[in-house]
């Protein structure tokens, strides 16, 4: 079992969440229950699902989680691009959020890629 408390993008993903919620706070009350509870549920999941596939015992079953953590971030921006193209954000603040998420993204495929090669790698003799 590994400790995601250890993972830097897990908690990247924790500060990403924390600015994603204040800029959903800006969006209109009519949109609690539609695109903003949408957003707020993706974001979330970027992290949970980084600690969840911790929790699991197998570097398969870990990468599994990181693909849905992977999978939750390209849909949290796609709904920060909707935000900014219904006018809830600006442009600016969107911009600077994807680009915060761009790294998460990257840290997110890296340690996708070092599982994916730890799995491929033979067990060592012992």
Known sequence: MRNFRELR???????FAASVF?????????ERYGLSNQLSSAVVSIASNIAEGCSRSTGLEF???LEYSIGSSFETETQLLLAQKFGYISETECNQLLEALKMIQRSLNKLHSSVK??????????
């Open 63 to 65: 990468s599994r989680f």
């Open 9 to 15: 993008v897990w908690s990247d993903s924790l500060a």
């Open 117 to 126: 090669i730890s799995r491929a790698l033979p067990a060592k003799d012992q």
């Open 22 to 30: 204040k800029a959903i706070e800006q969006f209109p009350k009519s």
